[in-house]
């Protein structure tokens, strides 16, 4: 999703950060995703970037917080994406876990609830 400009000067500094720690299926909960995400976005801002943060989202919710922020974006913009939570790989594809991961059952449930 980021932009280079030759310059160092852009039009806005733009971040999507999404912390993922309740995870549905019992072994898959985390611990210190949403403070990573909470404490990158602090340090962004400090930067002046316009941080949009989110947390434990859905597969649905995922989507519409990626398709949206992505709406948001112009040319000439820096912008930065963040993650923490879980990740997956299949047929050397990587997809974001969202938190409602006990939908997954296959490798082919993972390319229909996983964000690639």
């Known amino acids: 999703m980021a932009t280079s400009n030759a310059g160092s000067s852009f039009r806005r500094k733009r971040a999507l950060v999404i912390g993922n720690n309740n995870y549905s299926r019992p ?11 909470n404490d990158l976005s ?3 801002e400090k ?6 943060t989110h947390h434990d989202l859905t597969n649905e919710q995922m989507v519409k917080a990626i398709r949206d ?9 820096l912008v930065m994406f963040y993650f923490s939570g879980h990740g997956y ?3 050397d594809k990587n997809y974001l876990m969202p938190v409602d991961d006990a939908k ?5 449930d993972v390319e229909d609830y996983a964000f690639e």
């Open 27 to 37: 072994d898959s909960k985390l611990r210190h995703c949403i403070n990573d995400a």
């Open 42 to 44: 602090k340090l962004l």
């Open 47 to 52: 930067i002046s970037f316009k941080v949009t």
């Open 69 to 77: 922020f992505g709406n948001t974006i112009v040319d000439g913009d």
């Open 89 to 91: 790989q299949v047929k």
């Open 104 to 108: 997954i059952e296959t490798d082919e």
